[in-house]
């Protein structure tokens, strides 16, 4: 049964760095992408990022001088960095398979001092 | 940055009708291989997105034959016939055909 599910710190600091991690199962990340959307509080979808099954990564150009997408295939989790979070960063954060069918709960990020 | 422009923002259905939504795209989104990068995304209150349609004009796996999809190389448009309760919730086109993939604003679909 293929599942994701995202964790990670419900607030972070302004200028702080979010940390969230995607734990997987019933897939394997080598041979399936992962992708990182969020949603701001009321608003639409924003995709962030990705890493390939070969582990290469892209990102959204709004974001990339502040994002790093890596993974550990043993233990099938994949991890999104963000660094200088402001408050335009608060949403809720998706992880989901090959971008299609199968996707987290989605973890609530709050950036308030 | 690829626009998506959907329409109309919000839309009330009465059960059992149809309902169709439009998303213009600033380019063309046929690639290179002959594949049209456009999706349909349903996204329930409270819920995560999941996949209606992939590649312009085919169904995903699970999903009732009630959705179809058409359309050119830049206007597109989600067809629900015989709305059922279960199909409320924002309704997204997105697209795959370069980086930043992006998602249009969104439509709300209601029941009258």
């Known amino acids: 049964q293929v599942q994701l599910k995202e964790s990670g710190p419900g607030l972070v600091q302004p200028s702080q760095t979010l940390s969230l991690t995607c734990t997987v199962s019933?897939?394997?990340?080598?041979?399936?992408?992962v992708h990182w959307v969020r949603q701001p509080p009321g608003k639409g979808l924003e995709w962030v990022g990705a890493?390939?099954?070969?582990?290469?990564?892209d990102y959204n150009s709004a974001l990339k001088s502040r994002l790093s997408i890596s993974r550990d295939t043993s233990k099938s989790q994949v991890f999104l960095k963000m660094n200088s979070l402001q408050t335009e960063d608060t949403a809720i954060y998706f992880c989901t398979r090959n971008y299609g069918s199968y996707w987290g709960q989605g973890v609530m990020v709050t950036v308030s001092s | 940055d690829i626009v998506l422009t959907q329409a109309p923002l919000s839309v009330s259905v009465t059960p059992g009708e149809s309902a169709s939504i439009s998303c213009r795209s600033s380019?063309?989104?046929?690639?290179?291989?002959?594949?049209?990068?456009l999706y349909w995304y349903l996204q329930r209150p409270g819920k995560s997105p999941q996949l209606l349609i992939y590649q312009m004009s085919n169904l995903a796996s699970g999903v009732p034959d009630r959705f179809s999809s058409s359309g050119s190389e830049t206007d597109f448009t989600l067809k629900i016939s015989k709305v059922e309760t279960e199909d409320v919730g924002v309704y997204y086109c997105?697209?795959?055909?370069?980086?930043?993939?992006?998602f249009g604003a969104g439509t709300k679909l209601e029941l009258k």
């Open positions: 380019k063309s989104l046929l690639s290179s291989k002959g594949i049209t990068s």
């Open positions: 997105g697209h795959r055909l370069e980086y930043p993939y992006t």
């Open positions: 890493i390939w099954s070969g582990g290469s990564t």
């Open positions: 019933g897939f394997s990340l080598t041979s399936n992408s």
